[in-house]
């Protein structure tokens, strides 16, 4: 399993600088952290399951300090002449086990619609095609069809690779690594997947919004894992028809 | 106490000539289990602090954004031995060490089973600690992270004898715990004393027979990849393609993820015990709490595929409905928490702190596992700092709380003298303030999406009032462990002697014998008392507690005592 000879990250770990200056001013984010929400399919999924789960969470953490709080005021050792004997009470605790097993259901029924859900956007037929290929440090994205290529140098060159999509079409990404595990993350629609080398993984998204965001490497992948960073800019459906005419053949950034 | 002993068990006497063997000899040979253990945590501590020392170096380094006090290189190899080190050199060693001092003692055993094979295995520990550790002495440290994913971890990519020391010490002290731990199991399992039946073992204990049943069912797994990686490094093309490059992953995560409970199961045993004891009450709910023990370990060798669910190639709902369905037994252990509380007459003391403090903060660890089990959530937070949160919420918030209730609580018994009790409240505090500091932040930085095992981040994410936050936290915590250290040196300077039992509401046969306990742990003077619970000692209390009313009673009534039930009024 020999690395390929058309192996696109050349670069090697052993001439690079760690100290090669990073430039914070390129990272302008358009939509970073929580205010980053948007309508797309996979925001809303997360925006869903996680609004459900976090007051669920809050809920139980609330009672069980509640409950703590209540056994530490009211059985302390300067009010009370003696500890209860009681060690068990079976109804109880098999009345516990019953309703922790329902949340517990509801918790898997919650998780499980909401995943065959985002699933089956992925076996239906898709308007556009990307390749993606990682490699030590950076990508290459290549649309299918189009004989359309970007790849990027990252942080090396500090040209970080803009994958541009049309709004509202299905996109199917393609992924593949030529190296080491690397991991594609798209953080404004909440997704990401492994790139193994010798092995594709597909995934599929309608992206709804127009914009710019950052998408980064989140598989540790080695020295310069921080580096690989890269741009999604979805356009409408003309501009990226616009764009893809005058990006024929092989393009860095 | 002793006057509370009732007809006491033919013991075999103990020859006055076998003593323990003084001097540095008679520790480093002893195959008497409380040495081992107390070697064995000796050793994890050391390893705490030195791997330690690698987060804050990474904290510093985190603390504001684009700084770059270490580079690249160096900042992968502390990430890749902070986690490797606390994992296989602190926790889990930690774990078992807790076992092989109290399980003998628990049972009545007046040893450990395989005491030799206990010895070697020690020594089979600290030898692959040193290897480990040598590999920070070659040119090229193993710098892969701790789950060393092919094939960023063969010799194309992570060259040198750095990452081989480092594989070969993984294997030796995995291996070293999976063989201690089948020392622990076979003790409670075979050397029981006379009435001590499986249903009579102290929920720490049983606590500790599920955690080395998990050890001894999942280490394998951990050898076996780090031997996959150690074949694939002469020659990846001896594995097929998705082997190599894919399947590793499952082979580590099957050790992987029962790894963690190995690393908690005996902490909650500690606060259990705990709880119970400065309650003084019974552990409630033991019999319910036994089967969600075995459940939950059964349980964590089917889920190790949330680990995997960005992989694209994992059974993502199965996974999912795996990890969530082990909310039920999580949920009878809380359930056993409250309710021991619950009617306690409590004394809160810092072993009582430390186990208070891990009910709420565990809790967060395990809600946010739930969130992390729901593959739609994951797909967002994998590999994000919400992990790392995380995991040291249960690991750091949890287990390390746990621990420090079980040190604090049977220190007297191990050592003869007890610790300083406003350092141990005030150990307590900067602890409780460091850790929420430093690891509640993490959710947030990793909820605004920066990656983990990054060397430096950009302040556009907007997370550095966080980050920094974490930094501070860091070095709290680090304050936190320095007075606790502290204390234990000053506490065997001081030497206050323990007695038999200091707190005086000791359950378990530990607290029958002396401190530190003879060589076989129980003698005529200290012989094991009748058992007829899992709290034997407490059962005794409650009979003189009961004779003293009866007395009490007849001489107002002029009846005969012993009318008062056995059974109290519920909670
Ligand atoms: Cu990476
Ligand atoms: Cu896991």
């Known amino acids: 399993m020999p690395g390929r000879s058309w192996a696109p990250g050349a670069m090697s770990a052993r001439h690079v600088s760690p100290m090669q200056g990073r430039v914070p001013l390129r990272r302008l984010s358009v939509g970073n952290g929580r205010s980053r929400a948007h309508s797309v399919p996979y925001r809303n999924t997360f925006n869903r399951v996680f609004t459900i789960e976090s007051g669920f969470a809050i809920v139980i953490f609330v009672v069980v300090l509640l409950l703590m709080g209540t056994a530490l005021v009211f059985f302390r050792s300067s009010r009370r002449k003696r500890a209860s004997r009681r060690s068990e009470w079976t109804l109880l605790e098999g009345s516990w086990v019953v309703f922790v097993f329902c949340m517990a259901v509801f918790l898997v029924w919650l998780s499980l619609t909401n995943l065959s859900r985002e699933t089956a956007s992925t076996y239906k037929k898709p308007a556009l095609v990307v390749k993606v290929l990682g490699f030590q440090w950076c990508w290459r994205f290549t649309y299918v069809g189009h004989d359309a290529t970007v790849q990027g140098t990252c942080n090396f060159g500090k040209t970080l690779p803009t994958l541009v999509l049309p709004r509202n079409e299905r996109v199917r990404f393609e992924l593949e690594s030529n190296d080491v595990v690397h991991e594609f993350w798209l953080p404004h629609i909440d997704r990401k997947i492994e790139l193994f080398p010798n092995h594709v993984n597909t995934f599929a998204e309608t992206f709804r919004h127009t914009g710019r965001w950052e998408g980064r490497c989140a598989e540790f992948c080695g020295l310069y894992h921080d580096y690989m960073e890269f741009w999604v800019r979805v356009e409408s459906k003309s501009a990226y028809a616009r764009w893809l005419a005058h990006h024929h053949g092989f393009h860095v950034g | ?571």
């Open chain 2, 1 to 571: 106490m002793t006057e509370l002993v009732a007809p006491p068990q033919p013991l075999p006497l103990v020859p006055e000539a076998i003593q323990p063997r003084a001097g540095i000899v008679g520790w480093i040979a002893s195959t008497d289990h409380k040495r081992i253990a107390l070697m064995t945590v000796g050793v994890s501590l050391v390893c705490f602090v030195i791997f330690g020392c690698m987060a804050l170096l990474m904290r510093s380094q985190l603390a504001r954004p684009a700084q770059h006090l270490v580079s690249n290189q160096v900042y992968n190899e502390l990430f890749t031995f902070h986690g490797s080190g606390m994992i296989v050199l602190f926790l889990t060693p930690l774990a078992v060490a807790f076992g092989v001092y109290l399980v003998p003692l628990q049972v009545g055993a007046p040893m450990i089973a395989a005491a030799r094979t206990c010895l070697f295995s020690f020594w089979l520990y600290v030898s692959g600690a040193i290897v480990l550790l040598l590999s920070l002495a070659t040119s090229r440290p193993a710098d892969a992270g701790w789950y060393a994913y092919t094939p960023l971890s063969d010799s194309r990519y992570s060259p040198g004898t750095g990452t081989d020391l480092w594989l070969l010490g993984m294997i030796m002290a995995v291996s070293a715990m999976m063989i201690m731990s089948g020392c622990v199991v076979w003790t409670a399992l075979r050397l029981r004393a006379p009435g001590v039946t499986l249903t009579r073992m102290p929920v720490f204990t049983w606590s500790e027979v599920v955690t080395c049943m998990m050890s001894v069912a999942s280490f394998p797994a951990l050898v076996a990849a780090m031997g996959m990686i150690a074949v694939g490094r002469v020659d990846p093309n001896i594995f097929s393609h998705d082997t190599w490059d894919l399947a590793y992953q499952f082979v580590f995560w099957f050790y992987g993820h029962p790894v963690v409970y190995v690393m908690f199961f005996p902490f909650v045993g500690c606060v259990a015990t705990v709880l119970a004891a400065f309650s003084r009450k019974k552990y409630f709910g033991y019999h319910f709490t036994i089967v969600a023990l075995l459940a939950f370990a059964a349980g964590s060798m089917v889920v190790f595929g949330h680990h995997l669910f960005t992989t694209g190639q994992s059974t993502n709902p199965y996974f999912s409905l795996t990890s969530i369905m082990l909310a039920v037994p999580a949920g009878v252990e809380y359930f056993g928490f409250i309710a021991t509380l619950m009617g306690g007459k409590i004394t809160i003391r810092t072993p009582m702190l430390f186990a208070l403090a891990f009910i709420p903060q565990f809790l967060i660890g395990g809600l946010t596992g739930i969130m992390l089990a729901t593959p739609v959530l994951d797909y967002e937070f994998h590999g994000s700092y919400f992990v790392v949160a995380h995991f040291h919420y249960t690991l750091f918030a949890g287990s390390l709380f746990g621990a420090m209730a079980g040190i604090y609580y049977w220190f007297p018994k191990a050592t003869g003298v007890v610790l300083d009790e406003k350092l141990g409240k005030l150990n307590f505090w900067i602890l409780l303030i460091g850790t929420n500091a430093t690891f509640g932040p993490m959710f947030v930085q990793g909820f605004d999406g920066l990656p983990r095992r990054v060397a430096s981040y950009s302040s556009n994410l907007g997370v550095d009032g966080f980050t920094l936050a974490s930094s501070i936290g860091a070095g709290i915590i680090a304050l936190g462990v320095g007075v606790f250290l502290f204390n234990v040196a000053k506490s065997l300077v001081v030497r206050v002697p323990a007695g038999v039992d200091p707190w005086g509401l000791g359950q378990g046969l530990e607290w029958v014998t002396a401190s530190p306990p003879p060589l076989f742990n129980f003698d005529e003077l200290h012989p094991i008392p009748r058992v007829k619970s899992y709290a034997p000692l407490l059962d005794l209390r409650q009979e003189v507690e009961d004779a003293q009313v009866g007395e009490a009673v007849a001489q107002v009534d002029g009846v005969g005592g012993g009318a008062l039930p056995a059974g109290g009024a519920g909670p």
